[in-house]
C-alpha cells in the first residue's frame, strides 16, 4: 500500500476537506504587533463515528467525537503533515466545521500512509 493508493481510496469513499491552521508569526517590537497566518491544506478524508479502540478521556476525546480519517497527500499530490489539534476542518459542504483534537500518523513501515484524526463538531 502507498499514500498515493490510500489518497486514491478516499477520493472514492470519501470527500475534499479543508484543513486550517492559524500559526503566529515573528514579532515586531517597532509596530508591537506580529505577523498571524493561516495555512490552508485541501485533502481527501473520510469522517467516521469514533472508533471503538479510541477510549474517553483518552487525549482529550469525549463522547461525541468523530474520526477523520485524512490522506497523506494533499490533492496537489504534495505530502501533508500530520495536522495539528487546534486545526478547523472545514467539509466539503463548506459549512460544517469541525476542531481537530488529536491525531496520529498510521506508518506501518515507516512510510506515513494515513492520518487518523479525532474531530468535534464545532461550534
Same mark, same amino acid.
Given at each position: 500500500v502507498t499514500p498515493a493508493?490510500? &489518497?486514491? #481510496? !478516499?477520493?472514492r469513499n470519501g470527500q475534499s476537506v479543508t484543513i486550517a491552521r492559524k500559526t503566529t508569526g515573528a514579532y515586531n517590537p517597532a509596530t508591537g504587533t506580529g505577523t498571524d497566518s493561516t495555512v490552508t491544506k485541501t485533502?481527501? &478524508?473520510? #469522517? !467516521?463515528?469514533?472508533?471503538?479502540?479510541?477510549?474517553?478521556?483518552?487525549?482529550?476525546?469525549?463522547?461525541?467525537?468523530e474520526t477523520l480519517l485524512v490522506a497523506t497527500l494533499d490533492t496537489s499530490g504534495a505530502a501533508l503533515a500530520q495536522p495539528k489539534p487546534g486545526s478547523v476542518v472545514t467539509l466539503a459542504d463548506g459549512s460544517t466545521k469541525y476542531t481537530l483534537v488529536a491525531a496520529e500518523t498510521i506508518r506501518p513501515d515507516g512510510t506515513d500512509l494515513l492520518h487518523d484524526c479525532v474531530v468535534r463538531r464545532a461550534g
Open positions: 493508493r490510500v &489518497a486514491s #481510496l !478516499l477520493e485533502v481527501k &478524508a473520510a #469522517l !467516521l463515528p469514533l472508533a471503538y479502540t479510541r477510549k474517553t478521556g483518552e487525549n482529550g476525546v469525549v463522547a461525541g467525537d
